[in-house]
């Protein structure tokens, strides 16, 4: 799943646009990013600003965190995680 500050009607446009296989879970507050440590200080451009560090996240069934990779890219992601999932990565 997917998880964003944007708006649930947002989000399911978004979801329903790209005919994602999965659910876009809406965060407005950034509660669930600070406690994953997906948001704090980053440098775009050379200006320091609060937000979102994307990031991403395998959990277990079991709710535990299994592998963690905070500050990624979007080129390049799916194929880390799909390695983290078989143990590759």
């Given at each position: 799943?997917?998880?964003?500050?944007?708006?649930?009607?947002?989000?399911k446009?978004?979801?329903?646009?790209?005919?994602?296989?999965?659910?876009?879970?809406?965060?407005?507050?950034?509660?669930?990013?600070?406690?994953?440590?997906?948001?704090?200080q980053?440098?775009?451009?050379?200006?320091?600003?609060?937000?979102?560090?994307?990031?991403?996240?395998?959990?277990?069934?079991?709710?535990?965190?299994?592998?963690?990779?905070?500050?990624?890219?979007?080129?390049?992601?799916?194929?880390?995680?799909?390695?983290?999932?078989?143990?590759?990565?």
């Open positions: 799943m997917g998880v964003s500050r944007d708006k649930p009607a947002t989000l446009s978004w979801a329903e646009k790209l005919s994602l296989p999965f659910r876009l879970l809406s965060d407005p507050e950034a509660k669930v990013h600070k406690q994953y440590g997906a948001w704090g980053k440098t775009l451009y050379g200006k320091t600003s609060e937000g979102v560090i994307r990031s991403t996240f395998i959990v277990g069934r079991d709710g535990k965190l299994l592998k963690a990779w905070i500050g990624v890219s979007a080129k390049g992601n799916a194929a880390q995680t799909l390695a983290g999932l078989a143990g590759d990565g």
